[in-house]
């Protein structure tokens, strides 16, 4: 099994940048790839942006492309979400998820194991 942690959510005013963390324990050797979704109420949960551990490749949402950016830290087995020009449609929870897969990681169906989410809240 592998555990996720994501850490980071708040409240931001638009405009504002967030940094969001996942920590991943357990057997994480046998995960290829991190991504984060979100899901709006109401909404169904999409897919925000993907790491690969090794290679460090990474895959966004084509809507998010120039304000998301994810990162990885392999040494503390942990992903990050750097979030910036926010705006109140990007109020979500934000779910971090591992894949076993190395390629076609945006969808949901492509993941494993997930963490428990982290709110995001950005006011106007």
């Known amino acids: 099994q592998v555990q996720l942690v994501e850490s980071g959510g708040g409240l931001v005013q638009a405009g504002g940048s967030l940094r969001l963390s996942c920590a991943a324990s357990g057997r994480t050797s046998s995960t290829n790839a991190m991504g984060w979704f979100r899901q709006a109420p109401g909404k169904e949960r999409e897919f925000v942006a993907a790491?690969?551990?090794?290679?460090?490749?990474?895959y966004y949402a084509d809507s998010l492309k120039g304000r998301f950016t994810i990162s990885r830290d392999n040494s503390k087995m942990t992903v990050y979400l750097e979030m910036s020009s926010l705006i109140p449609e990007d109020t979500a929870v934000y779910y971090c998820?591992?894949?076993?897969?190395?390629?076609?990681?945006?969808?949901?169906?492509?993941?494993?194991?997930w963490g428990q989410g982290t709110q995001v809240t950005v006011s106007s």
């Open positions: 998820a591992a894949s076993r897969r190395l390629w076609a990681i945006t969808s949901r169906d492509d993941y494993n194991y």
């Open positions: 790491i690969i551990w090794s290679a460090g490749s990474t």
